[in-house]
């Protein structure tokens, strides 16, 4: 006729069926399950919700395009497992709150890595800033508000120069002393390439890009000083390759000369100090310095 107590999936729950004694199971032939659950929107798909959207079913499985916590702090990427800063949370589940990510940590951003970085458009709506640090790293802050360190230059102290190829996720960073030059995705992290230029260290740098060849493709130009020695050095950048290429640099003796006025017209860079030029080098057909005395 019936069952006093009814409860079929044995998690200590009864069932509404029981003629002495009733319980609430929202399924009793699921024992994983006693009652409603609510769910997150997860429109992302990176298992974490949101709580502007909600739903509720007697399942401990989330429907399709939910998840089982509200945790996520920006539902149109995926950044599960990547700390946010500043947001008092211990996002990554590392025991730690607002740090900042690393490869070796947390990999690279599950989305923003997948960019293009010559998509100027999508590289735009990623990066908010990149900032030098010290021990060669770079810090990359994104959208969603997480930040990434990435060390480019290890065992080096102070911090490198850096510089944005166009509107792209591509940097060209130099070390510190000046003797290493590394080409960087800031999306992810990766050393495209890297090359070194000395053994001798300088202390001030300068970089900026030009059309030497004036075949439309960029070219690298590294000035850096000590005392009153500059350096200038060059390197064509291979977008096909993704390789320095083509290198050449020559050190001459410019008391006075500020880097940052360093002028290039055509395949003629000119060393200035606040207002001639003190050094004229031009660049040969075959990628070389020629300094014009």
């Known amino acids: 006729v019936g069952y006093l107590r009814v409860d079929v999936d044995r998690d200590g729950v009864l069932d509404d069926s029981g003629l002495v004694e009733t319980g609430t199971d929202c399924n009793d032939a699921d024992g994983t399950v006693s009652s409603d659950q609510t769910y997150y929107l997860d429109e992302d798909g990176d298992g974490l919700g949101v709580d502007t959207t909600t739903t509720s079913l007697c399942?401990?499985?989330?429907?399709?395009?939910?998840?089982?916590?509200?945790?996520?702090?920006?539902?149109?990427?995926?950044?599960?497992?990547?700390?946010?800063?500043?947001?008092?949370?211990?996002?990554?589940?590392?025991?730690?709150?607002?740090?900042?990510?690393?490869?070796?940590?947390?990999d690279a951003h599950p989305e923003y890595s997948t960019y293009d970085p010559l998509d100027e458009?999508?590289?735009?709506?990623?990066?908010?800033?990149?900032?030098a640090k010290k021990s060669g790293k770079i810090r990359v802050r994104f959208a969603d508000d997480s930040v990434y360190v990435y060390t480019i230059f290890k065992g080096v102290n102070g911090k490198p120069t850096v510089l944005q190829y166009l509107d792209s996720g591509y940097y060209l960073l130099l070390d510190k002393a000046g003797k290493k030059v590394a080409w960087v995705n800031v999306l992810n992290g990766a050393v495209i390439d890297r090359t070194k230029l000395s053994k001798r260290g300088y202390t001030t740098h300068h970089l900026q890009l030009a059309d030497l060849r004036n075949d439309d493709r960029k070219d690298l130009i590294m000035t850096s000083r000590k005392r009153a020695q500059v350096r200038v050095a060059?390197?064509?950048?291979?977008?096909?390759?993704?390789?320095?290429?083509?290198?050449?640099?020559?050190?001459?003796?410019?008391?006075?000369?500020?880097?940052?006025?360093?002028?290039?017209?055509?395949?003629?860079?000119?060393?200035?100090?606040?207002?001639v030029a003190i050094v004229n080098l031009i660049v040969t057909k075959a990628h070389r310095l020629v300094w014009l005395q």
Do not use: C, H, M
Not at 121 to 131: C, E, K, N, Q, Y
Not at 241 to 260: C, E, R, W
């Open 59 to 106: 399942s401990s499985v989330p429907p399709d395009g939910y998840a089982d916590n509200a945790a996520d702090t920006n539902d149109t990427i995926v950044n599960d497992g990547v700390e946010i800063d500043d947001d008092n949370i211990d996002n990554d589940g590392d025991g730690k709150v607002d740090e900042a990510n690393t490869k070796s940590e947390n």
């Open 121 to 131: 458009a999508a590289v735009d709506s990623a990066v908010v800033s990149v900032r």
């Open 234 to 275: 060059i390197a064509a950048l291979n977008l096909t390759k993704l390789q320095f290429q083509q290198q050449d640099q020559i050190v001459v003796t410019a008391p006075g000369v500020k880097l940052a006025n360093t002028t290039v017209v055509g395949n003629t860079i000119d060393l200035r100090d606040q207002r």
